[in-house]
């Protein structure tokens, strides 16, 4: 069982959480995700990425979004509950090195992993160009967090409420076209963001990576529920990802195994339900 140390909302549908977890903690770097099972004996388990940790104070914190059924049930929980059990650090961790400079883009929820890998890559002394994107102003999360890791901070919102009215893959194209050009693109957001950030990076050269989130059942690569297509080969995200090369992903397989239980989801009711 692990305790919520603190909650907080961040929009209206996006909640933080800082839970004790003290190995994962010690343990985890930018880029890694845990497990969670919030409910005993029939309680799914998602995957969340580990937005930052605390080793001093042993814990992890999760930043998610409310979409169903298990992120419903974690967020009608408290400070001072517990949910069942966290399995972490998964995942590989992000490559961190200083390449000159990078230009980090976020998406939605996207912006709470690609935090701590800004984070990181600033602290490893690259020059940190950030673009962050939400559908509005109210939706969109973490500003400040991103802000005190980056060199620039650039905004879009797709109806204008706040920064620019564009797609970050406009600001994107922008900063690739600059002189020295960056050397390292990291996009993390919807599956469809992440083609066309990739697509956008593609004519200048530019590596970019991204951070894939199929649907995990196990998260340690026996079930082959996350297996996605890079470079032509079959990869698991939980074990050989999260993240990959943007410019060799096969977007539309991905996008098309994310709804794969889109009919079934339409008129279904929850198993989880039929217990309780
Ligand atoms: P459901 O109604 O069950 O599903 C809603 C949608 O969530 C589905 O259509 C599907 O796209 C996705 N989803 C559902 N079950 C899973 C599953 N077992 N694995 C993956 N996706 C699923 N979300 C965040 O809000 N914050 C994060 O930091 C975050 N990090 C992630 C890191 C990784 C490596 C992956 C793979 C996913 C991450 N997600 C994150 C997505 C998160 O796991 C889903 O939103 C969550 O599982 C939804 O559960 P639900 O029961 O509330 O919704
Ligand atoms: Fe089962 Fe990755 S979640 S193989
Ligand atoms: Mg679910």
Same mark, same amino acid.
């Given at each position: 069982?692990?305790?919520?140390?603190?909650?907080?909302?961040?929009?209206?549908?996006?909640?933080?959480?800082?839970?004790?977890?003290?190995?994962?903690?010690?343990?985890?770097?930018?880029?890694?995700?845990?497990?969670?099972?919030?409910?005993?004996?029939?309680?799914?388990?998602?995957?969340?990425?580990?937005?930052?940790?605390?080793?001093?104070?042993?814990?992890?914190?999760?930043?998610? @979004?409310?979409?169903?059924?298990?992120? @419903?049930?974690?967020?009608?929980?408290?400070?001072?509950?517990?949910?069942?059990?966290?399995?972490?650090?998964?995942?590989?961790?992000?490559?961190?090195?200083?390449?000159?400079?990078?230009?980090?883009?976020?998406?939605?929820?996207?912006?709470?992993?690609?935090?701590?890998?800004?984070?990181?890559?600033?602290?490893?002394?690259?020059?940190?160009?950030?673009? /962050?994107?939400?559908?509005?102003?109210?939706?969109?999360?973490?500003?400040?967090?991103?802000?005190?890791?980056?060199?620039?901070?650039?905004?879009?919102?797709?109806?204008?409420?706040?920064?620019?009215?564009?797609?970050?893959?406009?600001?994107?194209?922008?900063?690739?076209?600059?002189?020295?050009?960056?050397?390292?693109?990291?996009?993390?957001?919807?599956?469809?963001?992440?083609?066309?950030?990739?697509?956008?990076?593609?004519?200048?050269?530019?590596?970019?990576?991204?951070?894939?989130?199929?649907?995990?059942?196990?998260?340690?690569?026996?079930?082959?529920?996350?297996?996605?297509?890079?470079?032509?080969?079959?990869?698991?995200?939980?074990?050989?990802?999260?993240?990959? #090369?943007?410019?060799?992903?096969?977007?539309?397989? /991905?996008?098309?195994?994310?709804?794969?239980?889109? #009919?079934?989801?339409?008129?279904?009711?929850?198993?989880?339900?039929?217990?309780?």
């Amino acid at each position: 069982m692990n305790k919520i140390i603190y909650k907080e909302k961040l929009s209206d549908t996006v909640y933080l959480m800082r839970l004790e977890a003290p190995m994962i903690a010690a343990e985890r770097e930018p880029g890694q995700f845990i497990i969670l099972q919030v409910e005993a004996d029939y309680g799914e388990r998602i995957p969340l990425t580990i937005a930052d940790a605390d080793p001093d104070e042993g814990s992890v914190t999760i930043v998610f @979004q409310v979409v169903g059924k298990t992120t @419903q049930l974690l967020c009608a929980l408290n400070e001072g509950d517990h949910v069942e059990a966290l399995v972490g650090p998964l995942g590989r961790p992000t490559h961190i090195e200083n390449v000159g400079s990078v230009v980090c883009v976020g998406g939605g929820i996207g912006i709470a992993p690609l935090h701590p890998i800004a984070k990181a890559l600033k602290a490893a002394g690259n020059h940190v160009t950030t673009i /962050l994107g939400a559908r509005s102003k109210d939706l969109l999360i973490m500003e400040e967090q991103m802000r005190a890791c980056s060199d620039e901070l650039i905004i879009c919102t797709d109806d204008g409420s706040y920064g620019q009215k564009e797609l970050v893959t406009k600001p994107l194209d922008e900063v690739c076209k600059w002189n020295p050009r960056p050397n390292l693109a990291v996009c993390i957001g919807p599956p469809i963001m992440m083609k066309f950030c990739s697509e956008t990076t593609r004519q200048y050269d530019v590596p970019t990576v991204v951070s894939l989130n199929a649907i995990m059942i196990d998260g340690t690569g026996m079930c082959g529920g996350c297996r996605v297509t890079v470079g032509g080969e079959t990869k698991f995200v939980c074990v050989d990802g999260p993240e990959f #090369d943007g410019h060799k992903v096969d977007f539309q397989n /991905l996008m098309n195994r994310l709804s794969a239980y889109k #009919d079934q989801e339409k008129d279904h009711v929850c198993n989880l339900d039929k217990f309780k």
